[in-house]
């Protein structure tokens, strides 16, 4: 019999351990902890870069850089981290939606700052997490489809399209 889940509503798969969970809670964990301390360390000025780097852009401190960082690393792979303790179905999507802005993340720097060492490991990071989720969503960790009902005296047409008439 499967589980309700408590974080999106839905049903999660029968068995009792998810596959890659306790892999997708610290891994994710650590790179958004990551990304929140680069973005802490890019707002003090600790050990960045030359401002002289964000010239292209037009940026004259790392205020706009370390919040793209927040909001495309830290936020979407602490959700992530957050929906696979919860035990959600969505897990799968966030894991390669985390993975997807890592990596872009990542490929954005590359212009600017040139390669690193950092940039390879977080690379590899992202497309092993989007491994992971790709398994995960094989196992059969992946939100159910969307199930239209049809309206009375309206065949055909989903609820809520506004061709329904009150009687």
Known sequence: MPAANIAAGGERPAYS???????????ETLVSL??????????????TPPVSALGPLGFSSWRLPAAWLFLSVAVPCGLAAWLAWRRSVWTA???????????????????????????LIFGAV???MAIVGLLARRAGWWPPRRRTTQAPNAPGQPL???THQRP
């Not at 990551?34 to 050990?47: D, K, N, P, R």
């Open 17 to 27: 351990t998810l596959r890659f969970r306790r892999t997708i809670v610290v891994v």
């Open 93 to 119: 999507p966030a894991v390669l939606l985390a993975s997807t802005l890592l990596a872009i993340e990542l490929l954005v720097q590359l212009p600017f700052l040139g390669p690193s060492t950092l940039q």
């Open 34 to 47: 990551g990304g929140l301390a680069g973005s802490v360390q890019l707002l003090a000025g600790a050990a």
């Open 160 to 162: 809520g399209s506004g």
């Open 126 to 128: 992202a497309i092993g």
